[in-house]
């Protein structure tokens, strides 16, 4: 949810600096300014979770597995869907 936030914030701030530009490349420019920023967060993330997986006990695989795709589920929907959004709600 925060990553959701970060774009549209940065869509808001990139529609005042590119008024000529369409929408659709404001959208593509700030997700794509965040974009690193995101990855590099989760991805710290994914090792300290998937660590415990190979060398813990069943119960905490299964439960260390199911945070592991929810993290990069999670971020593809961060980019995905909010862009989808609003591109199709401003035509």
């Not at 795709?69 to 995905?80: E, P, Q």
């Amino acid at each position: 949810m925060n990553d959701t936030i970060v774009i549209f914030d940065r869509i808001r701030e990139n529609m005042r600096l590119m008024r000529r530009e369409p929408f659709k490349a404001i959208v593509n420019r700030s997700i794509n300014q965040t974009l690193s920023r995101t990855i590099l967060t989760k991805w710290t993330d994914v090792p300290d979770r998937a660590r415990p997986v190979y060398y813990g006990r069943p119960v905490l695989r299964a439960f260390l597995f199911a945070l592991v795709v929810g993290i990069l589920v999670g971020t593809y929907s961060s980019f995905g869907l909010p862009r989808l959004l609003v591109v199709a709600w401003n035509q």
